[in-house]
């Protein structure tokens, strides 16, 4: 990724990251993804004691079967949600559940993705804000032409200022002669 970015767009970011973990990146990736992943610690320390023996025996023997950790995109809040996931889930053959843990763990990627562009994009937000510099005054706020300009005939009194002209009116409403 780092060697494609400057990326275009956190769509574009987003399809490239996409192509390189379902189409260019090896098994043994993926299986160093699902290991670093500690969704179902999360859920076990969370979990309601009745559900915590229960989703320590089947996240051992969905670790056993596939030699990963179980990981899901179910918020670790819903422990009896996530329980039943696992149970269902250790019934799968190795591809198909390679196949269901590499879209849950791409779903954090994206997630993980999205919150750098969103920081990324802010902190470009604040420097070019702070490259503006320091905002003046309109030097023609208050300042009447010279009656002496060459460039054009100009009239002069007190209604002629930008400050009493409003833009949105006609001459006339503007009380101008």
């Known amino acids: 990724m780092q060697e494609a970015s400057l990326f275009s767009s956190l769509e574009h970011t987003i399809s490239f990251a996409r192509d390189l973990w379902f189409n260019k990146s090896l098994i043994r990736a993926w299986l160093d993804a699902f290991s670093a992943h500690r969704h179902i610690g999360t859920v076990i320390s969370r979990a309601?004691?009745?559900?915590?023996?229960?989703?320590?025996?089947?996240g051992a023997k969905y670790r056993?079967?596939?030699?990963?950790?179980?990981?899901?995109?179910?918020?670790?809040?819903?422990s009896h949600k996530i329980l039943e996931e696992i149970k269902a889930r250790c019934e799968n053959n190795l591809l198909v559940e390679l196949d269901i843990?590499?879209?849950?763990?791409?779903?954090?990627?994206?997630?993980?993705l999205t919150k750098i562009w969103e920081q990324?994009?802010?902190?470009?937000?604040q420097e070019k804000s702070e490259d503006l510099g320091k905002i003046v005054p309109d030097s023609l706020e208050e300042e009447l032409v010279p009656s002496n300009s060459s460039d054009e005939e100009v009239w002069i009194d007190d209604k002629a200022t930008m400050k009493?002209?409003?833009?949105?009116?006609?001459?006339?409403?503007?009380q101008i002669e």
């Open 48 to 58: 309601p004691t009745e559900l915590i023996s229960d989703l320590c025996q089947f």
């Open 64 to 78: 056993k079967k596939f030699g990963f950790k179980f990981l899901t995109t179910i918020d670790a809040r819903h």
């Open 101 to 112: 843990a590499s879209r849950e763990k791409f779903y954090f990627i994206e997630k993980g």
């Open 120 to 125: 990324i994009s802010q902190e470009e937000l």
């Open 164 to 174: 009493n002209y409003d833009l949105n009116k006609t001459p006339d409403e503007n």
